[in-house]
């Protein structure tokens, strides 16, 4: 029997959205889902693993790779570049995985162009004070780039229009639940299925 195809799908959503707590809670409940590991010219974080949190690579090594075509999309965000390596996500994809993105607003544009069947989820927080809050709760702030960083993440919210789904983030428990919900609901586009529907078609009946 022929398997369905894996939904790839988007995350996006401003800073202090709640992107990485969401991912970490799809993990902790075996949500059947991978998430690709993109490329990136920032230098890791603290306690970040290469081939793990990202591929760390150089900028050369980078712009060498956009050459080759080895990306689905790639952006420069800030002074750096991120891509999504187009193989692996392809390849899990036609064998039935679904895979998440979590990436920025301009890279999911870029994605849509060229895989128009690409699911994409917005996550909001439930309020301005509430994004100022975990903005500010992360500690690691000055004044300065507190107020930068909240200027862009209000700015972003008015990408939500470019989604397909605007999840709100206020209790984590009912944001993952509805999540999940959309992923069980988009296995089942007929793009997913058509692998299914193609083979059916081509049985022959002795009835
Ligand atoms: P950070 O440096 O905080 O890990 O990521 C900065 C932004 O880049 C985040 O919004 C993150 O989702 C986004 N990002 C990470 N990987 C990719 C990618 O492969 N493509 C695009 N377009 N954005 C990415």
Redesign the pocket.
């Known amino acids: 029997m022929q398997k369905a195809k894996g939904v790839l799908v988007i995350l996006?959503g401003p800073?202090g959205s709640g992107?990485d707590t969401v991912i970490s809670e799809l993990k902790k409940r075996n949500v059947d889902i991978r998430q690709?590991i993109?490329?990136?010219t920032?230098p890791p974080?603290e306690g970040e693993k290469d081939g793990v949190?990202?591929y760390f690579i150089d900028v050369p090594t980078f712009e060498q790779k956009i050459r080759e075509g080895y990306?689905l999309?790639?952006?420069r965000?800030?002074s750096?570049y991120?891509?999504?390596p187009r193989e692996a996500v392809e390849k899990l994809v036609n064998d039935g995985i679904s895979v998440l993105?979590?990436?920025?607003v301009?890279?999911?544009g870029?994605i849509r162009n060229v895989f128009p069947d690409v699911v994409s989820v917005f996550l909001i927080p439930p309020s301005l004070d509430v994004l100022a809050k975990r903005l500010r709760g992360r500690g690691t702030e000055t004044e300065e780039s507190f107020c930068s960083r909240f200027a862009i993440a209000s700015h972003e919210l008015c990408r939500a229009s470019e989604y397909d789904y605007v999840v709100i983030n206020d209790d984590l428990d009912d944001c993952v639940k509805e999540v999940c919900s959309i992923l069980d609901a988009e296995k089942f586009r007929y793009s997913c299925m058509k692998p299914i529907v193609d083979e059916i078609l081509k049985q022959t009946t002795t009835e």
């Open positions: 996006s800073s992107k690709s993109s490329a990136t920032r974080r949190d990202y990306f999309e790639y952006v965000y800030g750096n991120y891509g999504t993105l979590k990436i920025e301009e890279g999911a870029n």
